[in-house]
């Protein structure tokens, strides 16, 4: 079992750039891909972004590409999501996401384990 913990979010203006992260503890974090999605109010929860356990593959939900990128670090058992270009309709509440195993986590049955979120709001 993991634990998932998000921090990093907040207000930000429209252009702006956030940096989230997610501290994973418990079993090896290795061994878990990792994945970010979203929820903004009345909507489902979405797919953002997505890293496998080496880190050496990325997807992206194309509301994200070329403004966000994932990244991890496993000796330090967390993962990030860096966000620039931030705009209004990026406002939502930010999942971490951990599944066992190979691939990449892109959709919510795949998810094993999740965090507690963590809000971003971009308004000027």
């Known amino acids: 079992q993991v634990q998932l913990v998000e921090s990093g979010g907040g207000l930000v203006q429209p252009g702006g750039s956030l940096r989230l992260s997610c501290a994973a503890s418990?079993?090896?974090?290795?061994?878990?891909?990792m994945g970010w999605f979203r929820q903004a109010p009345a909507k489902e929860r979405e797919f953002v972004a997505a890293?496998?356990?080496?880190?050496?593959?990325?997807d992206y939900a194309d509301s994200a590409k070329g403004r966000f990128t994932i990244s991890r670090d496993n000796a330090k058992d967390t993962v990030y999501l860096q966000m620039n270009s931030l705009k209004p309709e990026d406002t939502a509440v930010y999942y971490c996401?951990?599944?066992?195993?190979?691939?990449?986590?892109?959709?919510?049955?795949?998810?094993?384990?999740w965090g507690q979120g963590t809000q971003v709001t971009v308004s000027s």
């Open positions: 996401a951990a599944k066992i195993g190979v691939g990449v986590v892109r959709t919510t049955h795949s998810v094993d384990y």
């Open positions: 418990g079993r090896a974090f290795s061994s878990y891909a």
């Open positions: 890293i496998t356990r080496s880190g050496g593959s990325t």
